[in-house]
Antibody, heavy 129, light 107 residues
Framework: QITLKESGPMLVRPTQTLTLTCSFS??????????VGWIRQPPGKALQWLAV???????QSSPSLKSRLSITKDTSRDQVVLTMTNMDTVDTATYYC?????????????????????WGQGTLVTVSS | EILMTQSPGTLSVSPGERVTLSCRAS??????LAWYQQKPGQAPRLLIY???TRATGVPARFSGSGSGTEFTLTISSLQSEDFAVYIC?????????FGQGTKLEIK
């Protein structure tokens, strides 16, 4: 059974850096095709991909947020960590850790693509002074 | 980024009815489209990927179709547990973008 659980602060001050940890079980991030990433959902708004890291160390981030995002993995601890710098009130959202089993390579863009097979329960992060 | 548009925003239907939800992409995504179901206070759940492939454990009453820019999700006979928000996502280009969702409510 695949499980993902997010942990991190519920409240962040503007300009601070957010660090979220995803602890997962039921799969290995060393398995070919696997990716673990982060998606957020502001209240009443659409879901938005933030970043993903794949089994082969490839990392991808949303172009609009790339300068603020960092994603790393610790395979020995089955964890993925997302950091987002310079937080703003518009970053208030539920942040989900997600798992993709079958990422595929798009030769045209040189990037990996995937749908989301499993989601964590999500963690609401509020940015407020 | 590809814009995903879902219609209608809300649909009032009765249990047992057949319902078709629409998702449109601002440019072709081939058949690289997924559907998710999201209930209040819960994370989304994968229903369909690659436009028409049901995810593991998804009941056969859910089916997806379409290609290019027009896609549909059909629920053949609505059950009480199907009242939720349905969200499409293109996985044809990075970052995979999501629609705003269609909410199915009980009529």
């Amino acid at each position: 059974q695949i499980t993902l659980k997010e942990s991190g602060p519920m409240l962040v001050r503007p300009t601070q850096t957010l660090t979220l940890t995803c602890s997962f079980s039921g799969f290995s991030l060393n398995t070919s095709g696997v990716g673990v990433g982060w998606i957020r959902q502001p209240p009443g708004k659409a879901l938005q991909w933030l970043a993903v890291i794949y089994w082969n160390e490839n990392k991808q981030s949303s172009p609009s947020l790339k300068s603020r995002l960092s994603i790393t993995k610790d395979t020995s601890r089955d964890q993925v960590v997302l950091t987002m710098t310079n937080m703003d009130t518009v970053d208030t959202a539920t942040y989900y850790c997600v798992y993709s089993e079958e990422a595929y390579f798009d030769f045209w863009s040189g990037l990996y693509l995937n749908w989301v097979d499993s989601w964590g329960q999500g963690t609401l992060v509020t940015v407020s002074s | 980024e590809i814009l995903m548009t879902q219609s209608p925003g809300t649909l009032s239907v009765s249990p047992g009815e057949r319902v078709t939800l629409s998702c449109r992409a601002s440019q072709s995504v081939n058949t690289n489209l997924a559907w998710y179901q999201q209930k209040p206070g819960q994370a989304p759940r994968l229903l369909i990927y690659a436009a028409s492939t049901r995810a593991t454990g998804v009941p056969a009453r859910f089916s997806g179709s379409g290609s290019g820019t027009e896609f549909t999700l059909t629920i053949s006979s609505l059950q009480s547990e199907d009242f939720a928000v349905y969200i499409c996502q293109q996985h044809n280009s990075w970052p995979g973008t999501f629609g705003q969702g269609t909410k199915l409510e009980i009529k």
